[in-house]
């Protein structure tokens, strides 16, 4: 069997510096906004000059994020070709409207580069809000994708009927007897669901999976998590944007550095204090509806507990236990003595029928595992990864803390508000140092509390989800290649240094074009 | 055929082409603008020269790359079967040309953003990386394609259930349709230059691109009519089709070619006047190669000799294809190319592309 984990570094390795790129390519059309919309009001140059710079770090950003993407995508389809059947069904409409949004990024994207300061300023406003409105759209369709993953929508009582402590995952849109039919031959074979998929003529054969192509779209969780992801990817892009700006003032001195940092502080404390408290919450309470176990490795709830502040956040009702391992384990041990063969009766799937049909062998004795200890094998998997998941998670709430403190204190001491802005004056003395240095130091923290609590969050959100790729359905073995030599150490070794020499050559390259003038021209 | 496959098929082939056309400017003009720019090393006269190569790969390529993105959603989406099988038997060819693809995309936008920035040496080198992966991308890619044309490592995975990981480069099918895919972008993408150089009046990159159009065009004269017999001995159903129903192609193809060919030459020897003629001959040639490689296929998705395995064994049936969300998609994509247009009109035609980056 295929070693997982290198495989699994690969991907998340691909998926974070996409994370980084996508930051600045939902972040930096804010920033160069608010500074065409400077330009075009006060006909400063200084603020269409910040504009180009910004437009041309977001120009190589934009093509290392379409790498990435296509590695992400790639990774998905080559890494782990189960995954297909996903595209094929529920992240269909998602990733067909994300063709549109897509090229669309990158017609006004390329029309929006060509034409800045050619053109009169409001065209530029038109064109750069036409390409952030694609690259907005494009995130909304990848996150819904994304949810699917977390919460199976559609897929209804499926994964309650192994896993009692699960919910219901929104309304039936599946044949239930095809997809468990499905899941157990990959269970019953061992072998990879892409070898299922692989046979001429077997979509055929199995036919409508599902009956609903757009219910990805209705999950409550990926409403939150598209509003979640969105606001943190623009809050880590618009903190890099006046952390920038905000380095070039306390290395230069120069006045006009600050007229730049002054109006991107105060969007960026706007929607920092959207993101981190108020959004987060509402993301906090899908979480603890949809995915008890990753709320339980959140909370490092072995035992269930009452905890009166986290059951206030999360439920509305601090006297609400938060529930935990020892409940599951309870739950898995009332599906009592059924087998995964009753299960196949229930449902009226002919286990030998399915393996004729998709040209599987089974492993003996599988109709007579219990149902009961599967459930409670996957639930100790989950549990192995409680003092990971709780640090992450406490850290990053932490770093968001930090963060959006940091943002606020930077944007009321450049702007002033009455009271709010001595309060943030005297807390600003704190950091030390004199005024240019301060103003560095607090959009330092300011990112680094921003991109810490995205990196974490996004770990917890997508390891707390495991034992499984698709929450409570299919096991990352399930959707891997079955080509073998993909996790031999050359290939891996291969895979890793193009990710790596790319990238970092990538981020230099942005640096470079950020911080260095022309030499060419000049000799 | 199925409405849904029929809409799946007409979509791939669509982005086929659409990628195919852009790739083979870019891949052909990012060679060429690799070449001027080591030449100005020691004649820095060739750095303006460079730099107009270089233009028209800078503001294609992310809208060649897109359609290659639409090509994977739609062979995953519509076409599931026979994507898990590629990627399970054609692991290393796709491998290799998604490690081309990261290497090639940001080395294009470092090497434009860096001209002039760091050391003029060091830009040439990130040219020429930036030039010759951009190869390694058909040479995954084409293998997939020679392996639906003519069976190589799918046919030993399927006859012993294994395939050796470089299996799909022993077609001989692969190599032929690899030096013509080659020669083919090389000459279209140098065309490309020569055009808007005549356009320009640009002297001096009119000449050195086309005589690298007609050069290789001349190599071409050979390889298309190499990869033609191959078809003959490895494909007879494509090889039939060719010369059956989609004959009136072929000799729409072979007529744009006599004339890039007539073009060309004049070309070569320094005369400008038919000179804008060069581009658009080029590419409806490799459209129309592509329409007869591709198209000329018919109801059969992979050809194995006198037989094939129609396209419906590989659809999606998974769920009903939402119909409607296919044809929206397909109006964007039309919109899209509007604004592309609109783009490559500022950039091109009203300069809006400076020769040195701001």
Redesign the interface.
Known sequence: MTNLHPLLYLSALGVYFHGVYVSITLGFPVAIGIMLYLWSRRGDQFYLSAA?KMS?VL??N???G??T???V??GL??VW?GT??A???FA??P??????A???E??????FL??L??VKPAFSIAVLALYAAFAYFSGVLITAVNTWMQAPWGTGPVAKALYPFLPEFGPLAVDVQKLVALKMAAVASGQPV??V????????K??????D??VAFYSPYAVVSIFHNILAAIVIGLSLAVAGWAYRYWKTGREEYLRIVKPLAAALAVLFFVQAPIVAHFQGEVVAKYNPTKFALMEGAKETHVNPLVGLVAFGDPNKPIPGFDGFYAACDALGNATVGDLAKQLNIDLAQVAGLLKLQFAPGVAEVKLADVCKADVAKAEAYMPLIFAAYYSKVAFAIVGVAAALVLAFTLNRVPVLSSVASALAKVVGGDEKRRVFLLAALAFVGAAVASVLGWYVREVGRKPWTVYGLLYPSEVV???D??ASPG?LA??FL??L??NI??LL?MY??AT??????RR | MDAGVLIGWAGLGLSVIMHVIFVSVTLGAGLLAAYLRWLSLSDPAWEVPARRAFKFLI?AE??S??W???I??FL???F??????A??VL?TP??VA??A???R??A???SW??????S?SRHAAVMWIMAISGFFIPFGFRAVFAEITAPHAVASYLAAGTAS?FAAWGSPVFWTLYLHTVLAVVSTGAFAVAAIAAYDRDEKTFKVAAKWGFGVLLGQLAAGPLYYFTLSAYSPILFNNINGPYLPVLAMKLVAVAALVYVGFKAFRGDMSLGRLAAPLALFAVVMGEFLNDGGRGEYFVLIGEQG?PV???????????LG??Y??VG??V??LI??A??AY??LYKR??SE???
């Open positions: 180009k041309a120009a190589v934009f093509a290392l379409a790498i993407g296509t590695l995508e790639f389809v080559q070709p297909i059947f595209i094929a069904t269909f409409a990733l067909a409207l994300e063709l549109i897509f090229i669309m990158i017609a006004f994207l390329i029309l060509v034409t300061g050619r892409s070898l998929l692989q046979s001429p003529g077997i979509s055929e199995i036919g409508v999976v599902l009956n192509p757009w290649t079955p080509v030599y993909a290939f291969f895979a193009v990710v020499a790319v050559g990538g390259a470079i074009v260095r003038g022309l030499k060419f021209w | 503001l992310l809208f790359g897109v290659g993105t639409i994977t959603v995953a989406g519509f599931p079967t026979i994507t898990a099988l990627t399970n692991f796709i491998a998604i490690a693809i990261m290497v995309i940001p294009i936008a470092i953003y860096t001209w002039g920035r760091i003029p990981p395995v419906a064994a590989f659809a999606n049936f998974y769920m009903p294809i939402p969300a296919a929206v998609i964007f994509f919109l899209a604004v592309f609109l783009a500022y950039a809006f592309i040195v980056p701001e």
